[in-house]
């Protein structure tokens, strides 16, 4: 019968119907969540993007979900849906959710810290690397990593849906904010040194140059009214309007060329108090000026604006009194600065526009204006991006944040794979055997459980099934390293002994049912064991119950988590019986259940250890000893056997045992061993087979 229901595990496990995906929120669903003074504007694509305005009804930004631009699955299976909303220079005004299935969060922690570890994201930057976890490493200072605080005991599900909101948000950028820089800004290299002068910048392009004669400024205003406005310009049309000359003097070596000692060091006592500031030289030997007269001094230059990949750069006067050197022209001149950190990469193109403007009237007057532009960059040779720190990739980040934990749990795997596989039949027979097998298991619950989060859950390879029927990554199995790693020794276990490794030794709730049993002998709880028939059919009852949540997965996969709740580990170990008073009810009942039944959740109603015993059927080996004598005519181990793992015949039953060892102990032991004891009083020597 188990055969039976393991084939159909198996052939629902290849049934490819995926879900459909949701569709991304209507306008009446998502007015209710954008944030005051913001108003939704009009959709911008059909994969939930919408444009954001402000109070002004002028566009602010673009708020989107993260479900349909970064599906990337959670441990459910199923994205989490975030709705993002994103100013114009890449910061986060708000990240809400919207929905989710992360088991942890659904009815384990519920969704308060969840929540609270969104509304870290305000006013972060998308062009700051972020990442959850604690600070590692050597700090430094601009574009050092910003850490967000995870939530604990559901640091995967954190970690995976900060990745699916970085990754929404830099698609966004990339289509539709261009002017957003995706790295950490360039800074001016304090290590580069030229001697450059003035006719070096000119003749390197490092000084940026435009003229406009009164002619062209005529042609720009030619069919307007304003045509006839400017007398001047039509006395002199081959004089000079605009001769504009444009430096950026952010790196040393070239604000060295050209401004006087005391005027550098002014520069250079500015730049200590705003490190992000890129100033930039103007000068006008031409008529224009260019600011008006009505220009007050640090505000953003009336007259003069720039722009970097179709998105304006914030342009203000640095209210800096200074000379130039000689031979730089001379004219109106100023500094202006703009930051670095709104995403200003001086080292790409971008346009300085020079506005021109022209009066019609007397009492009121008209105003019409010109534009001309300047395009400019300066040599990146002259830059740098100090302490540039890039975001690891997800997997070491949640490495280096667990490094401790994970070398700890290492050593111990290590050590009980040695003992198990070359010390089994001496560790079995040692007679502090049972005292070392519960500190181990104490071990694993406190430390692997409790402690590390480690418990392993049928909701992995669901997640995992769901994830292959959805086409989609299975990067959230990296977000765990703990937990990746127990499942990678239970990959071995299976090989080497089958289910009995994990099930035996590394499941916490398993050990817990243990101590379960144990302090039932010790109170002297009479045992309640079903008959042999009633064990083989409750044993298939764990199989029945996996392929209904397979079959879940594939029919109402939104139903997972709920479903999932067949096992108890969430509420004894996750959430350590902090969780409503059912949860808690239902944890408790097995582990009562246990004082008097030996491990029955674990041996009857387990879907995980459903899995487990599907994984062991590649074991390779039958690892216990037998005797010809096991079965026919010895019964010990059988008697003895709690898991009611062997048979009449006296061959193990893999798929059910959990390698307790007690049948190894007995089939060594000359005291206990019926055929040992009765070749010893023939005086004969027997060998296992």
């Known amino acids: 019968m188990r055969a039976f229901f393991r084939n159909c ?28 003074p913001y108003a939704l504007g009009e959709p911008v694509n059909d994969k939930g993007v919408w444009g954001l305005l402000n109070s002004g009804g002028a566009e602010a930004g673009y708020v989107f979900e993260t479900a349909p631009l970064a599906p990337l699955p959670g441990f ?23 929905s989710h299935n992360e088991p942890i969060f659904v009815s384990g922690l519920g969704e308060a810290p969840f929540r609270a570890f969104l509304e870290q994201y305000r006013g972060q930057s998308i062009n700051e ?48 904010m ?69 430096v950026d003097i952010g790196a040393p070596s070239i604000a060295r060329a050209v401004l006087t000692e005391d005027s550098l060091a002014d520069l250079d006592r500015f730049l200590a108090v705003s490190p992000s500031d890129e100033p930039i030289l103007v000068i006008d030997t031409g008529r224009h000026g260019l ?78 204006s010109a534009h001309f532009r300047l395009p400019h960059k300066t040599d990146a040779r002259f830059y740098t991006r100090p302490g540039a720190v890039e975001a690891l990739p997800p997997w070491r980040e949640a490495i280096l944040n667990r490094q401790g934990d994970l070398a700890a749990l290492a050593g111990f795997l290590a ?70 790693l127990i499942w990678a020794v239970a990959g071995i276990g299976f090989v080497l002994w089958g289910r009995g490794l994990f099930c035996g030794w590394l499941c916490p709730f398993g050990a817990l049912q243990e101590f379960a049993h144990h302090l039932g002998r010790l109170l002297r709880l009479p045992r309640i064991e079903p008959s042999a028939l009633w064990d083989r059919r409750l044993k298939s009852v764990k199989y029945l119950l996996l392929a209904g949540l397979v079959a879940t997965v ?48 674990c041996r009857y109603v387990c879907p995980l250890g459903a899995v487990m015993a599907i994984g062991g059927l590649v074991r390779g080996r039958d690892w216990i000893a037998r005797r010809a004598e096991c079965g026919t005519p010895c019964q010990l181990c059988k008697v003895r056997c709690n898991y009611g793992s062997i048979r009449k015949s006296g061959a193990i039953d893999y798929s059910e045992c959990f390698q307790c060892l007690d049948c190894v102990t007995i089939h060594d032991d000359p005291q206990q061993c019926v055929p040992l004891i009765l070749a010893a009083r023939r005086g004969e020597r027997l060998a296992a087979e």
């Open 9 to 36: 595990l198996l052939l629902l496990g290849l049934v490819w119907c995926g879900p459909a995906s949701a569709a991304p929120l209507d306008r009446a669903a998502l007015e209710p969540l954008i944030v005051p």
């Open 76 to 98: 459910s299976g199923a994205p989490i849906d975030m709705l993002v909303m994103l100013d114009l220079e890449g910061r986060f005004i708000d990240v809400r959710l919207v």
């Open 129 to 176: 690397p972020l990442v959850v976890g604690t600070p590692y490493g050597n700090g430094g200072s601009g574009s050092d990593l910003v850490y967000l605080d995870g939530v604990t005991k559901a640091t995967a599900s954190v970690r995976i849906a900060h990745e699916s909101i970085l990754a929404a948000a830099l698609q966004v950028a990339r289509e539709k």
């Open 178 to 246: 261009q002017g957003v820089s995706s790295g950490p800004p360039a800074f001016p290299d304090p290590d580069h040194a030229e001697n450059l002068a003035w006719d070096d910048l000119v003749s390197q392009g490092i000084a940026g140059h435009v003229t406009v004669t009164n002619r062209e400024l005529d042609a720009a205003f030619a069919g307007t009214i304003w045509a006839d406005d400017d007398p001047e310009a039509q006395a002199d049309p081959d004089g000079i309007f605009l001769d504009l000359w444009l």
């Open 291 to 368: 600011v008006s007269a009505d220009f007050v001094r640090n505000t953003a230059p009336d007259r003069l604006s720039a722009e970097q990949d179709g998105f304006p750069v914030a342009l203000r006067d640095a209210d800096l009194l200074f000379e130039t050197l000689p031979g730089v022209p001379e004219g109106t001149a100023m500094i202006l600065r703009t930051d670095r950190r709104l995403g200003f990469d001086p080292t790409r193109d971008w346009v300085l526009t020079v506005q021109a403007v022209r009066e019609h009237g007397m009492f009121q007057p008209e105003l019409g």
């Open 415 to 484: 050590g009980l794979l040695g003992l198990l596989a070359f010390g089994t039949r001496h560790f079995a027979g040692w007679r502090h055997f049972t005292a070392a097998r519960l500190t181990v298991l104490g071990f694993v619950t406190v430390f692997i459980g409790w402690w590390g989060q480690g418990q392993l859950s049928v909701v992995t390879p669901l997640a995992t099934l769901r994830a292959s029927i959805d086409r989609a990554s299975f990067a959230f199995l990296l977000y765990d390293p703990f937990s990746l």
């Open 554 to 601: 594939v029919i109402a996969p939104e139903h997972v988590d709920k479903a999932a709740e067949i096992e108890p580990f969430k509420t004894a170990i996750t959430v350590f019986f902090v969780r409503d008073w059912y949860y808690v009810a239902y944890a408790a009942f097995w582990l009562l259940l246990g004082m008097v039944t030996f491990k029955g959740f």
